[in-house]
């Protein structure tokens, strides 16, 4: 059974649940995901310029990042690959991987581009 609200979850999330949309008063309306973590990290991105997002799996584990940003600034939040997968899954090791927050349902976390000392 969790497996499957999981799946419905992750569809939804896939399918565009979670916006960040402007109503006709300018201000920013928010749909989130139910996953604390992709919740903060679209919120957290969206201040910091981020407009759109996309999402691609791969064996498992899911890709987020910004696709369009309102400026050229440099910014971890809308410049970095961020990965997310369920926390109960085989997921295969992921080279740089440093893991930023964990909820109930899923494992979040940064793809680093520095080299490891």
Excluded at 58 to 86: A, M, P
Aim: one cysteine or more; a positive charge.
């Amino acid at each position: 059974m969790k497996r499957l609200i999981f799946s419905v979850f992750l569809f939804s999330i896939i399918q565009g649940c979670a916006t960040v949309s402007k109503k006709k008063s300018g201000k920013q309306q928010f749909q989130g995901t139910g996953s604390f973590c992709l919740d903060s990290y679209i919120l957290r991105s969206a201040a910091d310029g981020c407009q759109d997002w996309v999402i691609r799996e791969i064996e498992g584990v899911r890709e987020l990042k910004c696709k369009k940003k309102s400026h050229g600034e440099k910014n971890i939040w809308t410049d970095s690959t961020f990965v997310f997968f369920q926390k109960s899954s085989n997921v295969p090791m992921i080279p740089s991987f440093r893991p930023i927050c964990i909820d109930e349902k899923s494992v979040f976390g940064v793809i680093s581009t520095e080299r490891l000392k």
